[in-house]
């Protein structure tokens, strides 16, 4: 729990008091508390450290790039064991019930004030829950929900695990509630400065809780049909009670400062290290495509140091007369760096870069889904497929003449769910949690295991242990610490830790 009253102790100032009263005084509590000190923390500053913490969670560079297909490691080869850590996904694991109790220690302070002066911050934190849950639902499957956050008689926590299907309805459910009640009350009081991902704009926020719920529906749609098709059929078919986040400038991405420790995790990571490439992938799909992004999304070899234009690189593609170059996942032979392409300048080098949290294109990706499985969502697949692109251009910074260029010839709308897969494949990059979460829903894009050597020639579980990225991320080692029982039952058809079972929601088959 947040520590609500802050007392500083002045031991010479006590002690002095004592010797001149002496040595006792009935008003030891005046004199021991800090009259400066708040009594209370600040809402919109706590709703801030979630929103900067969640950031710095969500956009860490991790093998979330490998398993999505963007990135590969160049430099060590991946043993492909994730096992049980209380660091990497055992800080994601912790961010959500860190959050969530901050979020909750929120609502209870505000619980009794004027309900008008602190509505749109009600709404933006409850909002922000529901992320949390959801984003780490994908990441672990079964994780404690309903008992989240609770003690025991002995002060301990052990909460039970919930399953998805009883956390995803409760997202859902919970979102809903939202969704009308902004839908049918005026914004009200401020959200404050702690606001970093929508700048106090409510509007915003209310785009946001849609939109997460486009993303939830969407994700049950193999196991829960009729929840997801109801959802999404009432968003799309009422946009004016239901509006989505649908343009570049409503994206939701937490900007970073640029001053430490405020620095993009992808631009703090390349200051000391350069271990990811480009996959092999991903830089000969946009390549067989002649994407424009690509020069966005990637370096051309040209750019890196030691490249020369005399040594002949071999397994180089070509978009506007540069060259690029991926590499396959499973390091088996060290990577020639310099014939490696790297990130983009946008996604890896700037300290005051973005994470991004939701992509309006991802909505319009969606809507173009549900229109092809022949929902009503307002839009045709064609136009929401095509929206989709451009919004996806506009956050690349490609201009609209090169955007229609492309869907006129490559990116022409096909009315398949494959190349809507494969074109908000693209969209998402960086998003690499959803995008991975996408592969694992979809199966697409089919190219993922057919990288290189998977799990890697390196892997600790042997050849041909498993075929296919992780399912989920390895529960913390506190959980098997102090919560043994719950996670054991949680993990009783979980093999190697990320392999196994599946999410609730991935109904692939013939993986493991």
């Not at 490998?66 to 800080?91: E, R």
């Amino acid at each position: 729990m947040v520590q609500k009253i802050f007392k500083t102790t002045l031991l010479v100032f006590a002690a002095a008091a004592m010797l001149t009263t002496g040595g006792c005084t009935s008003k030891f509590d005046e004199i021991n508390t800090n009259p400066d000190a708040f009594t209370q923390s600040v809402p919109t500053n706590q709703l801030g450290y979630v929103l900067r913490y969640v950031a710095a969670q969500y956009g860490a560079l991790d093998a979330t790039g490998i398993w999505a297909g963007y990135i590969t490691t160049i430099q060590y080869g991946d043993t492909y064991s994730y096992l049980p850590t209380n660091n990497t996904y055992g800080n994601k694991f912790a961010c959500c019930y860190r959050c969530t109790e901050q979020l909750n220690d929120i609502l209870e302070q505000i619980a009794d004030k004027n309900e008008e002066d602190w509505r749109s911050l009600r709404w933006a934190v409850r909002i922000t829950q529901q992320f949390l849950w959801l984003w780490t639902t994908d990441q672990f499957g079964s994780i404690p929900y309903t008992e989240a956050n609770g003690m025991d008689t002995d002060n301990r926590v052990e909460a039970k695990y919930d399953t998805q299907e009883t956390i995803y309805t409760g997202i859902l459910t919970e979102l809903k509630t939202i969704a009308d009640e902004m839908a049918t009350l005026p914004a009200a009081g401020e959200i404050g400065d702690g606001d970093f991902l929508f700048k106090g704009k409510a509007a915003l926020w209310r785009k946001f809780c849609n939109s997460l719920r486009l993303r939830a529906a969407m994700r049950i749609v193999n196991v829960n049909e009729e929840l997801a098709k109801h959802t999404v059929e009432e968003i799309g078919g009422d946009p004016a009670t239901y509006p989505v986040l649908d343009s570049s400038a409503d994206n939701a991405y937490f900007n970073w400062t640029g001053s430490s420790p405020y620095i993009e995790p992808f631009a703090d990571n390349a200051q000391t290290r350069d271990d990811h490439g480009m996959s092999d992938i991903f830089i000969n799909y946009l390549a067989s495509m002649q994407d424009p992004r690509i020069e966005t999304m990637a370096k051309s070899i040209e750019e890196n140091s030691g490249y020369s234009a005399d040594n002949e690189v071999e397994g180089t593609v070509t978009y506007n007369g540069h060259l690029y170059k991926g590499y396959p996942n499973g390091m088996i032979d060290q990577a020639t760096l310099s014939e490696i392409s790297r990130m983009g300048a946008m996604y890896r080098d700037a300290w005051d870069g973005f994470t991004p949290i939701l992509k309006s294109c991802e909505n319009y990706f969606l809507m173009a889904e549900a229109a092809l499985r022949g929902w009503n969502v307002g839009i045709t697949a064609q136009e929401a497929y095509e929206k989709a692109v451009r919004l996806s251009m506009d956050d690349n910074h490609i201009a609209a003449a090169d955007a229609d260029a492309y869907l006129a010839a490559a990116g022409a709308f096909q009315g398949t769910l494959e190349q809507v897969y494969m074109e908000a494949w693209v969209a998402l990059f960086k998003n690499n949690v959803e995008a991975w979460s996408n592969y694992r829903r979809t199966g697409y894009p089919k190219l993922i295991p057919q990288s290189g050597n998977y799990p890697g020639a390196k892997s600790a579980w042997g050849e041909g242990a498993h075929n296919d990225v992780p399912f989920r991320m390895p529960y913390p080692d506190n959980e098997f610490n102090y919560n043994t029982a719950n996670v054991n039952a949680a993990s009783a058809n979980i093999v190697d830790y990320t392999w196994g079972e599946q999410m609730w929601w991935d109904t692939r088959t013939g993986v493991y």
